[in-house]
């Protein structure tokens, strides 16, 4: 869902503990992660049997740091 280079830069995001304090719930996933902002950004995921359904993160469309959060 994410090209590339926001694949790639999400990748790099988890591997370096971007992700704040994630939580597998039920059918979501949500987790604070750090990115250029001096606030890490709120990310939400929702999870169906066909793989992710919704997503929500302040930078809109499907960014990297929903990539890092998954």
């Not at 994630?22 to 979501?28: A, R």
């Not at 992660?33 to 995921?45: A, F, I």
Request: one cysteine or more; charged letters at 30%; hydrophobic letters at 25%.
């Amino acid at each position: 869902m994410a090209d590339s280079a926001s694949f790639e830069r999400g990748e790099r995001y988890y591997d370096r503990g971007a992700v704040i304090k994630p939580v597998s719930s039920g059918d979501g996933l949500r987790a604070r992660c750090e990115g250029s902002s001096y606030e890490p950004y709120d990310v939400r995921v929702k999870l169906g049997s066909n793989g992710i359904t919704d997503y929500s993160c302040p930078r809109g469309d499907f960014c990297k740091h929903i990539v890092a959060v998954c």
